[in-house]
């Protein structure tokens, strides 16, 4: 019969417990507590599925930050590099053209980078 999880108090306590019940306590092994790291957000986002756009400057990854600039919508980007590059070859992901944006269907367009280092694609309206 276990009377009490030796998981949640000291084994000392535990012990001294179950003595004072009448129960001859076995002893119990130590246990070791696995160390927890800690993932990078960086490296988490990339185990997903990503969106796929190729351009005449390189390959992108879309990223799910919308911006208005200049009375034109824009959806940040990341460049793929060359190793991850290689692998989306050889794994047949599709490139895209367009997305879906508040019941609009958006084409993508030009790259952009702003003068602060990000990069944006601008997204064009459908017809």
């Known amino acids: 019969m276990k009377i009490i999880d030796h998981n949640f108090v000291p084994v000392d306590t535990a012990k001294k417990i179950m003595e004072s ?10 246990q070791e507590v696995a160390e927890v790291t800690e993932v990078p957000e960086e490296s988490s986002k990339e185990t997903g599925s990503i969106c796929v756009y190729e351009h005449d400057t390189g390959v ?47 084409t993508l367009g030009d790259i952009f980078d702003t003068p602060d280092g990000e990069t944006f694609v601008k997204l064009t309206p459908s017809k």
Not at 22 to 27: K, V
């Open 60 to 106: 992108y990854q879309l990223n799910s930050e919308v911006e208005t600039m200049n009375d034109s919508l824009y959806i940040s980007v990341s460049e793929i590099s060359d190793a991850d590059q290689v692998a989306l070859a050889e794994s047949d992901a599709p490139s895209l053209e367009t997305v879906d944006f508040e019941d609009t269907s958006y």
């Open 21 to 30: 019940y009448g129960y001859a306590a076995a002893e119990v092994e130590e």
